[in-house]
């Protein structure tokens, strides 16, 4: 009896698997695959694919930390549009080297919105302001970010002192390299207020009050061809993202790591994790609270280092409060939006890419303008090497068609 009811039950489990099989296959695409043609593929590779006049192309160049890990730099998101703008949501540390791997010229690259000040979102400025003006922005750095609650806490301070801090870097360029992109044009904004901050092109950029560590952080909406893009930099959970990022078709905001996992792994204290994780972040369970009241088309969840051991916890833990489409982002993810469609894929990247063309050609130095050495610094020169240096000058001429003064002879 009991081998005759295993005998059944076998028969029935080969039907259904059977069953099973048959449509599983019915469901595969007869397209033919072929060994020579290639199929589509489910990466975005930069500088392959045209944008098309409606859509929006979000890219993450930083979706970490303020803490440094070669996986996830800290926050750093770029909107790319079908009209050609190009736009820059925070540059934390690591957001500059993962924007260069992306191959888009340094001159479209010149917009740059800053939430708030801490390290984590606006760190890297000071490397795209110096990489991205050698490698082809021949313009200012402009530059969107809040005022403080009193005037040296603000955006303006704080970019007046990072080009300060440059002062030595800039004075070793002159004459040597064209250096029309070192300047900034720095728009500060009133932190307190829910308004407009730019308008161009077809473009609105919105910004709203965050709650997040003192007075002075913000969030920012741009909305363009119908589409709206949402981004929270750092805050608590706030009764102006709901209202002002209602119709969002991507909403990104910040998702920080469960508190156990901040104290183990992040070797918080407890009491210090409590706080972090949870007054001056958004824990996980809030950020589903906050996508389930305006439910974007797609939720994007970044600001927690993404591991094996931590992307479970914090996924259970939004998933008790929200059941709709969500990113959880890490590092290079793209999102494509149009009217009709969202992908979400991962760029997959050249390493070793250099700069890109520039769009502006650089102009000539002048040798004039140069500062110079001292006279005990120029006399330590090793006279030797002009030898062997002078036929660079003279190899440069003859393939070039003109002649290079070499600067001893000058
Ligand atoms: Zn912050
Ligand atoms: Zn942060």
């Known amino acids: ?14 039907i259904a698997l059977t069953v099973g099989f048959i449509s599983l296959v019915a469901a595969t695409p007869t397209e033919e695959i072929s060994p ?18 409606e859509e929006m192309r979000v890219i993450a160049c930083g979706t970490g930390m303020p803490t440094q890990r070669l996986a996830q730099a800290a926050a750093c998101f770029l909107v790319e549009l079908g009209n050609g703008d190009k736009f820059i949501f925070d540059i ?67 970019v007046e002192h990072m080009e300060k801090m440059f002062a030595w870097d800039i004075a070793g360029r002159l004459g040597q390299t064209d250096i029309r992109g070192f300047t900034t044009e720095v728009h500060e904004f009133d932190y307190k207020q829910a308004q407009i901050i730019y308008e161009e092109n077809g473009v609105t950029i919105r910004s709203w009050p965050a709650i997040h560590a003192i007075d002075g952080a913000v969030s920012f909406s741009l909305e363009w061809a119908g589409l709206k893009f949402v981004f929270s930099s750092d805050t608590f959970p706030n009764r102006w993202y709901n209202e002002y990022a209602q119709g969002a078709d991507l909403a990104i905001h910040e998702c920080f ?39 974007p088309r ?26 709709g489409p969500l990113s959880l982002a890490e590092d290079l993810m793209v999102w494509n939006i149009t009217k009709d469609k969202i992908t979400e894929r991962v760029a997959v990247v050249n390493e070793h890419s250099w700069n890109p063309p520039q769009v502006t050609p650089a102009i000539p130095v002048r040798a004039e303008d140069r500062v110079g050495y001292s006279p005990e610094i120029w006399a330590g020169r090793f006279d030797d090497v002009d030898d062997v240096i002078k036929p660079i000058y003279e190899e440069a001429g003859e393939a070039l068609g003109r002649e290079f003064p070499y600067p001893s002879d000058e």
Do not use: C
Request: proline fraction near 7%.
């Open 92 to 158: 934390g540390e690591g957001g500059a080297e993962r924007l260069a791997s992306l191959e888009i010229p340094y001159d479209w690259l010149d917009k740059v919105f800053i939430g708030h000040l801490h390290g984590d979102h606006f760190g890297d400025l000071g490397a795209l302001f110096v990489g991205g003006g050698i490698a082809g922005r021949h313009s200012p750095l402009r530059i969107w970010g809040p005022s403080g609650a009193t005037p040296e806490l603000g955006t303006a301070a704080a």
């Open 298 to 323: 797609m939720a994007v969840a970044y600001h927690f280092f993404k591991d094996h051991d931590t992307t479970g916890p914090v996924l259970e833990r939004i998933r008790k409060t929200y059941d």
């Open 1 to 14: 009896m009991k081998r005759k009811l295993s005998f059944l039950v076998g028969i029935a489990v080969g």
């Open 36 to 53: 020579v043609k290639a199929r589509e593929r489910a990466v975005y590779a930069p500088n392959s694919e045209d944008l098309g006049p």
């Open 257 to 295: 790591i469960a508190v156990p996992d901040l104290i183990e792994k992040f070797r918080l204290t407890p009491e210090a994790a409590l706080q972090v994780g949870t007054q001056i972040h958004t824990p996980p369970e809030a950020f589903g609270k906050v996508m389930s009241t305006i439910q």
